[in-house]
């Protein structure tokens, strides 16, 4: 079974540049989760969908941030413009439900100069 | 509001011992879930053990085992037998709907 693919693995862009992730969950996996992983924190959830609509968006910076899941499988977590702060590690993830086990994809680590 | 608070940054065992990673969290939801997620070093986030709180009943897979305190919020990770393999960061998390991650631990095994 393949496990989940993100991609790039890492992008370096210069402040106020726009940058985006693209992750494919597991197959069947119809929650699917982006999250930020700032160096040396836990995960914090930017935004959770459920098949191809939004179940949580409230820790998500709606003023750059947006993520889209058009046909309820892949999803895309674009930033514009990126900040600074914005440098992390942002993982996607997914499962067959909420209370369930989330399979972590690779992570994409994001540097903003 | 949740939270998840991880009190020991960074721990060490020796090999072949045990360790407990500690965990405490706040919630005011009635039914949900915990989880201790395990980050090795440049790789994914992994689930180690996970525990329904409506459950008295401690959860253990093989070497890992918890202790679960409904009453006092706190959610201990136990590992036996320590295993260079064992070395990562290590997440506490609760949720219902939503999952929150507590800072994290980092273990270190010693050989």
């Known amino acids: 079974e393949a496990g989940v693919a993100q991609s790039p693995r890492y992008k370096i862009i210069e402040k106020r540049q726009s940058v985006a992730f693209w992750c494919n969950p597991i197959?069947?996996?119809?929650?699917l989760y982006w999250y930020q992983q700032i160096l040396g924190q836990g995960p914090k959830l930017l935004i959770q969908?459920?098949?191809?609509?939004?179940?949580?968006d409230s820790q998500l910076p709606k003023d750059r941030f947006s993520a889209e899941r058009l046909k309820g499988v892949d999803s895309t977590l674009k930033i514009q413009p990126a900040k600074l702060e914005d440098s992390a590690v942002y993982l996607c993830?997914?499962?067959?439900?909420?209370?369930?086990?989330?399979?972590f994809g690779p992570g994409t680590r994001l540097t903003v100069l | 509001a949740q939270t998840v608070t991880q009190s020991q940054p960074e721990m060490s065992v020796q090999e072949a011992e045990t360790v407990t990673l500690s965990c405490t969290y706040d919630?005011?939801?009635?039914?949900?879930?915990l989880f201790w997620y395990k980050q090795p070093p440049s790789r994914q986030m992994i689930l180690v053990i996970r525990?329904?709180?409506?459950?008295?009943q401690n959860a253990t897979e093989n070497r890992f085992s918890v202790n679960f305190q409904k009453a006092a919020k706190s959610f201990s990770l136990k590992i036996s037998d320590s295993q260079l393999g064992d070395a990562a960061m290590y997440f506490c998390?609760?949720?219902?709907?939503?999952?929150?991650f507590g800072q994290g631990t980092r273990l270190t095994i010693n050989p």
């Open positions: 969908f459920q098949n191809n609509g939004v179940v949580d």
């Open positions: 919630t005011s939801e009635s039914d949900y879930y």
């Open positions: 197959s069947g996996h119809a929650t």
């Open positions: 998390s609760q949720g219902a709907q939503k999952l929150v």
């Open positions: 993830a997914g499962s067959t439900g909420t209370y369930n086990e989330q399979f």
């Open positions: 525990q329904e709180a409506y459950k008295q």
